[in-house]
């Protein structure tokens, strides 16, 4: 048994519907589909999602809101046409997208949860209509029919153990296919939570461990994962398979296929991933196993970079023989519930490496100010201008040479290297450059190892 993941560009339109409904009905396997919002028609067009927090704000100011919601339920009416489904049969999916502002919900963040759930979730139930139409049997089952439950915050929602025990107690019928909606659970309240984003592929590996089948497929618009982004290196060689480690470690640092997040249910029940193409469903794709009994077949399986980083550089003199001094740290940045990232130290220094949409500019100056006046650092520089480069690969292990053949090119470059940290677990190095060198990081590494 498999369980199915469209993303949003699958499924932004009739055509592309139909495509997906093919991939389903072309492997009786494929029992349970998890669907995202419709996405982008085109490069113009705004996905259903982003009309839906519009939809919310809008319906807040005003009772005129009727435009908006027309125009959301116009996106699923044009699939249903396409496929000549029943006016009527819209009927209900019309209903709950115009009840939306006037539900009752515990506060704003719930109130944007829910509007925001509703792209998957109607998307789901129309789904199941079309191919109930074409004489599919298929059942339409959301988070609360299965007991998805969630914990965390409204929008940034976290999957409950619970949530496995009551997956385990859903019958599944031999001749069916399950329509999941991906992206939201349902809280211990009862209230529609959402997971941060990428929320569907998340659905899509909660089913998968839930129901322990035998492979996750998550279909989306390119061939496979690639081992360097196509917008930097042309033509980058696909990976045919790599360890969930790998992917982690490569979606941290920007590789958009997967939310980094993603895959620990699949990881925690070591269900395989194969990413493929909704396009073209007969290439085989990138397929994402456990470590166990892996052979890698390159060095570096990928590299992958991110200019969304900044850096926080302490020194302190003796701050090798002190005492306190990080677990001060530590409880500056708890009091304003910031996360960082990394912290490589010397002697008389460190640095703290933060992602930059976890920061404003005020909470920068709050935290330095705090720092200056508790610690009362030698040195202390906020550097904005920061990114961070991933060289993963298992085949990374025990190479001894490998950190100088990644630095000298980059030396001979004139590329200045602010940070370099090696993995505990040894396949993965990060570089730390300035945002302006990154690129030509990845390029004259992804050069020197494809050579």
């Known amino acids: 048994m498999k369980v199915v993941k469209f993303g949003g560009s699958s499924l932004a339109s009739g055509n592309n519907v139909d495509k997906a409904l093919n991939i389903i009905k072309s492997d009786p396997d494929r029992k349970i589909i998890v669907v995202s919002a419709p996405g982008k028609r085109n490069a113009a067009d705004i996905k259903v999602t982003d009309l839906l927090i519009t939809y919310a704000y809008t319906s807040l100011r005003s009772n005129n ?10 996106r699923y009416e044009l699939i249903a046409q396409y496929f000549d489904l ?4 819209l009927a209900e999916i019309k209903r709950l997208l115009f009840a939306l502002p006037k539900l009752d919900y515990p506060n704003a963040d719930y109130r944007m949860a829910t509007f925001k759930a509703h792209g998957e979730r109607l998307n789901a139930m129309l789904t199941a209509k079309i191919l109930q139409h ?7 089952l959301e988070p609360k029919d299965v007991g998805l439950i969630v914990t965390g915050t409204p929008n940034n929602a976290e999957v409950n153990p619970e949530t496995y025990i009551n997956l385990k107690r859903i019958q599944l019928q031999t001749d069916e296919r399950i329509i999941f909606p991906g992206f939201y659970g349902i809280t211990p309240s009862g209230h529609i939570a959402t997971f941060s984003r990428g929320g569907s592929d998340i659905t899509g590996a909660i089913l998968a ?18 081992s360097a982004n196509p917008s930097i290196i042309d033509h980058p060689k696909p990976i045919k398979k790599m360890t969930y480690q790998e992917m982690r470690e490569l979606s941290y640092a920007g590789f958009s296929v997967f939310h980094d997040e993603a895959l620990i249910p699949a990881i925690q029940g070591e269900i395989p991933v194969n990413v493929k193409n ?13 470590e166990d009994n892996f052979v890698p ?8 970079g991110g200019k969304n980083f900044a850096a926080l550089y302490l020194r302190k003199y003796m701050l090798n023989k002190g005492s306190g001094f990080t677990l001060k740290l530590m409880e500056i940045f708890n009091k304003h519930h910031v996360s960082y990232e990394h912290m490589p130290s010397g002697i008389d220094d460190l640095t703290i490496i933060f992602k930059k949409d976890a920061l404003s500019d005020q909470l920068i100056d709050v935290i330095c100010n705090e720092i200056q006046t508790s610690l009362n650092p030698d040195q202390m520089q906020w550097i904005d201008d920061y990114a961070i480069t991933m060289v993963v690969g298992e085949g990374m292990k025990d190479k001894l ?3 100088a053949s990644i630095l000298y090119p980059l030396g001979k470059k004139n590329i200045s290297i602010q940070m370099i940290n090696q993995g505990a677990s040894q396949i993965s190095i990060m570089i730390g ?10 390029k004259t590494i992804y050069d020197n190892f494809n050579a």
């Open 65 to 74: 809101y009727d435009n908006i919601a027309n125009k959301i339920f116009k």
């Open 86 to 89: 029943p006016e009527k049969e």
């Open 134 to 140: 074409q004489g599919i049997k298929a059942r339409f």
């Open 209 to 226: 461990r839930g129901f322990n089948v035998d492979l996750y497929e998550n279909f989306t618009d390119v061939d496979a994962i690639f």
């Open 278 to 290: 909704t396009n073209a469903p007969e290439k085989p794709g990138t397929l994402i196993v456990p």
């Open 297 to 304: 077949q390159r060095t570096i399986t990928g590299i992958a």
């Open 401 to 403: 040479t490998l950190c």
């Open 433 to 442: 450059t300035r945002r302006q060198d990154e690129e030509a990081v990845i």
